[in-house]
């Protein structure tokens, strides 16, 4: 297990700026999600910013939050360099296992072997075929209350260490988009721990506004691995702060 166990506190970005990945991996994350799915930021960007995330901190996990669950898209980012893959709109175990056919050599899955940047360009490749499979992370991305109801099927699945909660996709699926206090999404979000918590599967969930007390909350209730805000969020949060004090003093 990636974590052993510990919360895992990570970030999304979302700028591509690799001087933001540096200073976020160096800020003490314990990961740097580089979110293909919602920003423009393509697999030729992605390797300077794996780069970048160690060297701000080799500790600091590189992870890619993708476009979707295609093999040829998962196998890529695996072989750029990617240390795990967080995945949008899982909502099946069909899914799910195409997911791990597509992050793992065999015999657990069917991820295709060549010479890439992940294995040295082929001077380590023996290596990362004897342990890649233990190593390499999948998170999957519960964003619709068909994954809620299918949610057992799919951790019953063999090689998922994750599964997170998109609150504002999963409420907008329930037809209560961003209520997050709504009884039903309260109830969603129940089974989601309580269903992870029996297959000793990691819960995790975007705290989407920088919070450092919604984060602690949500660490009390079981989850294990956040993502806590994301780059342009962090930035617009404290633009808006410090112009919003700057002018009720200006005209105090």
């Given amino acids: 297990m990636i974590n052993n166990r510990n919360p895992l506190i990570g970030s999304w970005l979302n700028s591509g700026s690799t001087t933001v990945a540096e200073l976020m991996a160096e800020s003490d994350l314990d990961y740097v999600a580089i979110d293909l799915e919602h920003a423009p930021i393509c697999i030729e960007s992605l390797v300077d910013l794996f780069r970048a995330i160690r060297s701000g901190d080799a500790k600091c996990k590189a992870f890619v939050r993708t476009i979707g669950h295609d093999y040829q898209d998962l196998k890529r980012y695996m072989d750029a360099g990617a240390d795990g893959v967080i995945i949008p709109f899982v909502n099946n175990a069909s899914t799910a296992k195409k997911i791990v056919d597509a992050v793992k050599y065999p015999p657990q899955g069917k991820r295709g072997v060549g010479f890439a940047r992940d294995n040295g360009y082929g001077m380590r490749i023996m290596q990362k075929l004897e342990n890649t499979n233990d190593k390499s992370f999948i998170c999957v991305q519960i964003e619709h209350i068909d994954g809620i109801r299918n949610l057992d099927e799919i951790l019953n699945v063999s090689g998922i260490d994750a599964a997170f909660i998109g609150p504002y996709d999963l409420s907008s699926s329930m037809g209560i988009a961003g209520n997050f206090t709504h009884p039903d999404f309260q109830k ?28 602690i909350d949500r660490l009390r209730q079981g989850y294990e691995m956040i993502a806590y805000s994301l780059d342009i969020t962090f930035l617009t949060h404290s633009i808006n702060k410090g112009l919003e004090q700057i002018k009720r003093k200006m005209y105090e």
């Fill in 188 to 215: 969603a979000s129940l089974k989601f721990l309580q269903c992870c918590k029996k297959h000793n599967t990691i819960a995790g969930i975007h705290v989407v506004q920088p919070s450092p007390d919604e984060v």
